[in-house]
């Protein structure tokens, strides 16, 4: 395989991770977003003040902070740039909306899975997450995903 195909299938496998964070955040599966992060990975959003490092603080934390069965969310992410350091390091920085709404009470899921729909407003938060990325055997996975915030719904 040539050098210039690998960082292709190399980019496209960073793009799908940062989509496959956002569907664990979207769809009910933040318990699981540690396994996107290399063992001693870092997740921060320093305008809350918030700091994950590991596994273990991340498997804990990160439910606590992101999960709740009143909440719809969908983080839009775009213009995404990658650039590589060498064949195992890469940064990025990804364009983030964030939609939220919060129900009065526990959303359920009728029995084809469908959620009500929440209502529109403007975004929650407007930002960019700058992400590290290192190629582990499993793969590649975040070394560091900070949240970057622009805008936001209490400015």
């Known amino acids: 395989m040539t050098d210039c195909l690998q960082r292709l299938l190399d980019q496209r496998d960073i793009e799908n991770l940062i ?22 990975g870092l997740w921060e959003m320093p305008l809350e003040d918030l700091r994950y490092t590991g596994h273990d603080e991340l498997r804990i934390e990160l439910p606590l902070r992101l999960s709740d ?8 992410c775009t213009n995404t ?3 590589f350091l060498d064949d195992d390091h890469a940064t990025a920085s990804t ?10 009470d526990v959303v359920t899921t009728d029995a ?44």
Not at 95 to 104: A, K, P, Q
């Open 81 to 83: 740039r990658i650039e």
């Open 112 to 155: 084809q899975g469908v959620r009500p729909l929440a209502p529109t407003g403007s975004p929650r938060y407007v930002g960019e997450y700058v992400d590290t990325f290192v190629r582990l055997p499993e793969g590649w996975r975040f070394a560091s995903r900070r949240a970057q915030l622009g805008f936001s719904h209490r400015a």
């Open 69 to 76: 069965n009143r909440r719809t969310t969908r983080h839009v």
């Open 95 to 104: 364009y983030m909306v964030n939609f939220r709404h919060d129900f009065d």
């Open 19 to 40: 989509v496959d964070y956002t569907h664990r955040l979207d769809f009910g599966s933040v318990d699981t977003i540690w396994e996107l992060f290399a063992g001693d």
